[in-house]
């Protein structure tokens, strides 16, 4: 199947984080691609990249970058595709960088920015089936079983607390 969500990274060293994001597409069987683009040391491959992703099928990208985080600033500068940033934890600041370069994007290039790291891949992952399940009703309806899902475990989670909590 044709891809409908590009996964992109500043660096190879950002893969375990961003394979959470690769980890949710599986599990809702959305068909995606993954690759290394670097808003620095590859401007115009990833300028390439990005500008053809809506002819070759893409609906989303999901960008991840740590440290000064470009990559998914420079993304939503170069298409009209929804873009998800997720600022990675790779220099000293914890990530705090990448959160802020990722975030405060100039009025007219918005970046949807997650959290930082795994949880913010993970829920990347999430928001782009949710966009993508806006036109799609099967999609939806995994989409809400995945919610009720969800809710179930927090009450299993509950259930666990309350028993070792009256031992």
């Known amino acids: 199947m044709k891809a409908l969500v590009g996964i992109i990274m500043g660096s190879d060293s950002d893969l375990p984080i961003m394979q959470e994001a690769a980890n949710v597409l599986k599990q809702f069987e959305i068909p995606y691609e993954i690759g290394v683009y670097s808003a620095h040391r590859s401007p115009h ?14 609906k989303v990208i999901i960008a991840g970058a740590g440290s000064s985080a470009h990559l998914a600033g420079v993304t939503a500068a170069e298409t009209t595709l929804p873009v998800i940033g997720v600022p990675i934890n790779s220099s000293p600041l914890s ?21 930082v790291g795994k949880s913010g891949a993970t829920n990347a992952g999430i928001f782009a089936v949710q966009i993508l399940a806006l036109d799609d009703e099967d999609l939806m309806k995994h989409l809400v079983e995945y919610k009720e899902w969800l809710e ?14 009256a031992g």
Request: glycine letters at 10%.
């Open 45 to 58: 491959r990833t300028a390439e990249y990005v500008k053809s992703a809506r002819r070759r099928g893409l």
């Open 95 to 115: 990530g705090l960088d990448s959160l802020l370069s990722t975030v405060q994007m100039p009025p007219g290039v918005p970046v949807a920015t997650m959290g």
């Open 152 to 165: 179930k475990a927090v009450e299993e989670k509950s259930r666990k607390v309350q028993e070792q909590g």
